[in-house]
């Protein structure tokens, strides 16, 4: 039975109704259910899911769909009621806010006549025309939003350009701006340290290791996975790297990306070159010569940024893995792509490594940051296959993470093959780095003192 039910004029933010949807999708005889804002491109994915009926095909950008696929009558209309508990739910928890509330921007602005940054976390077919609003009253703004345009990042940039502003994403998920932490980002120290970064959990793993490390940060300015695009030119990293060259606060620059178009990169070099501070640069997957600018891994970068190498972890002693392959199960999209990286280097080939976090994976479903049970399905598949010699791992802290990631790892962490991780985060993070280490330890998970380490320590089981 497919039961919509279409609730006019309601909003909620997608990351509370996910876990609605994920509570509804856990009753006794549900299918399968969704609650999403009825936007064209929402009303496509429960299309495709085979979620969508003729109720939910009338819904608006300005309406929420609850969609139930149950076994039988009786069950779609528990869990419709069970909808409804768990939505007063939200409104509660959300109305018990004692932060101010506006219903725009210009009603944000009314209350905060100060601010000079927008974070901007709407449906990406209504993301640019925010942004822009943003950007025309003088703003900074971090756009969160996914699934927007390329041509449209293109235009935000380049008014951001002209109007001296930053333009942080879209698909920005982590910024640091002067200790305040946006979206994903760990707790840090105030530093000289500056970092710009396509890459949100490449901006927290370097972060963390510089505060480990005894450093500290002046910014971390996210830019967007795209940035260093052909088509998008770098826009964002140049003009973060001028608001750092510029910053008295900021001694020394690292720039971390996903290898940029060859162009993009000449550019970007050139920019980096004529600053008077030092710069590292970690373009993960270019191979770079043995100058000192230049990082190989996230690790290393934090490294050379802070002049002193990471104490690697004791290590217990593990026994070498014969004839079988590694799986890696990734939260974070940069991390995963950095282990793969490190093996490819090795020579090491016939291994598996997903990043968990891609679109293929979280549509319609948070991102497993937020709630990592979603990887303890694929863990617990990884472990009880023959052909998987070991599992590597990543642990996520910070805002917006999950309350006790490791914990919930090891609910999956069954059958007695080797699990190596490494946990990215802070003494100062909600869940205490420390404690998300000993708590895997104390599980048999062996834990490295980075993601890089993690990686190599992974291939040198290998025979």
Sequence with gaps: ??????????????????????????????K???????????????????????EGEAATPNDLIIAILAHDERSGADAMRQADALLSETRVAATGESLPRARGLGGGLGLMPQANLALISVPGEFAPHEARRALERGLHVLLFSDNVPLEDEAALKRLASERGLLMMGPDCGTAIIAGTPLAFANV???????????????????????????????????????????????????AAIDALAADPATAKIVLISKPPAPEVALRVLERIKGTSKPCVVCFLGM????????????????????????????????????????????????????????????????????????????RGRPHPMIEPEIRNDHVARAMANPEVGLVLV????????HENPAGVLLK????????????????????VWSRQVALLREGGVAVAASNALAAELAASMIS
Excluded at 287 to 307: H, I, K, N, V, Y
């Design 412 to 431: 999956a962490v069954k059958g007695g093959k080797p699990v190596i991780a490494s946990v990215t985060g802070t003494e100062q993070d909600p869940q």
């Design 1 to 30: 039975m497919l039961v919509n039910r279409v609730e006019r004029g309601r909003y909620l933010d997608s990351v509370a109704l996910m876990r609605v949807s994920r509570k509804l999708e856990a009753l006794a005889g549900v």
């Design 394 to 401: 990543d642990v996520v802290l910070g805002y917006g993470a």
């Design 188 to 238: 840090l120290p105030r530093g000289d340290i500056g970092i710009v970064s396509a890459s949100g959990t490449g901006l927290q793993e370097v972060a963390a290791l510089v505060a480990r490390m005894g450093g500290g940060i002046s910014h971390g300015i996210g830019v967007g996975g795209r940035d260093l695009d052909a088509r998008i030119g770098a826009l964002g990293t140049l």
């Design 287 to 362: 191979e770079r010569d043995q100058s000192p600018m230049f990082a190989t891994t996230l690790t290393e970068a934090a490294e050379r940024a802070m002049g002193k190498k990471l104490s690697p972890f004791p290590s217990r002693e593990m026994k070498k893995v014969k004839g079988a392959r590694v799986e890696g199960l990734y939260c974070g999209g940069t991390l995963c792509a950095e282990a793969e990286l490190i093996f490819r280097r090795k020579g090491l080939s016939g291994h598996r490594f997903v990043d968990l976090g891609d679109d293929e994976y979280t």
């Design 32 to 54: 399968s259910a969704a609650v999403m804002i009825g936007s064209p491109s929402n009303r496509e994915l429960l299309r495709g899911a085979g979620l969508l009926a003729r």
